[in-house]
């Protein structure tokens, strides 16, 4: 078996650490479930529902299963016109972690 390839360990590590403020745009959702290929349902901290797209980086290399949080970007597929409402830019892998940080106001645990 082959060595796995460094930008893939990499992306892995990125996601280890949650960063130290969102940018506007960003929030934070709870995955509720799989709607297609890299599309996923989820629910924002205000109880709304949208469907996100889990970039090219993360596939094959992250797993995301139902309930699990991920920081969308609301603002990332705003000029495109589809059925998305956002894209995935992280996925929160150790949550005690992000918990701790100032902007962990979600109402949905």
């Known amino acids: 078996m082959g060595r796995p390839k460094r930008n893939l360990l990499a992306t892995a590590e990125e996601t280890l650490t949650p960063p ?4 506007e745009g960003q929030s ?4 509720i479930k ?19 797209e ?3 980086r993360f596939r094959s290399t992250i797993w995301i299963k139902r309930g ?6 609301t603002k990332a597929l705003a000029e495109r016109e589809n ?9 929160v892998r150790d949550e005690r ?13």
Not at 28 to 31: C, D
Not at 34 to 52: F, R
Not at 68 to 73: A, E, F, N
């Open 97 to 109: 972690e992000w918990r701790k940080q100032s902007y962990w106001l979600v109402k949905l645990s």
């Open 83 to 91: 059925k998305l409402d956002g894209e995935i830019v992280n996925v």
């Open 54 to 56: 889990m970039p090219a």
């Open 20 to 23: 130290d403020a969102l940018s």
């Open 28 to 31: 934070i959702a709870r995955v």
């Open 68 to 73: 699990s949080y991920v920081v969308v970007d």
């Open 34 to 52: 799989a709607a297609g290929n890299n599309l996923y349902n989820a629910e924002l901290p205000s109880a709304k529902a949208i469907m996100v």
